[in-house]
């Protein structure tokens, strides 16, 4: 089983909207650090935002203004905002999850990923 299940994408116009969602309810373990990637056509995997169990968030400069992360600790469930979206936008948006344990160390768990496309 997949630990993590995004959904929400789709194909929007420049300027609309969408919203993503991350069940991570499989995951049995605490998830300090959970966050969104991006990975774009002939493009390396990128970080979008993380956010840590204590709502710290960090965006990439790219989204700044026009993304929001939050997060459902009671749900388990994470969220990306995509407002003011451009064509560059579009790409594979994947969730990630990161557990510390004291014997495996970091332990990253990601989704299978969600299609965003955006046309102008």
């Known amino acids: 089983q997949v630990p993590l299940v995004e959904s929400g994408g789709g194909s929007v116009q420049a300027g609309g909207s969408l919203r993503l969602s991350c069940d991570a309810s499989r995951i049995s373990f605490s998830l300090p650090l959970m966050g969104w990637y991006r990975q774009a056509p002939g493009k390396q995997r990128e970080s979008v935002a993380t956010i840590s169990r204590a709502d710290g968030t960090n965006y990439a400069d790219s989204v700044k203004g026009r993304f929001t992360i939050s997060r459902d600790n009671v749900k388990n469930t994470l969220y990306l905002q995509m407002n003011s979206l451009k064509p560059e936008d579009t790409a594979v948006y994947y969730c990630?999850?990161?557990?510390?344990?004291?014997?495996?160390?970091?332990?990253?768990?990601w989704g299978r990923g969600t299609q965003v496309t955006v046309s102008s």
């Open positions: 990630n999850a990161v557990s510390f344990t004291t014997v495996a160390g970091r332990i990253d768990y």
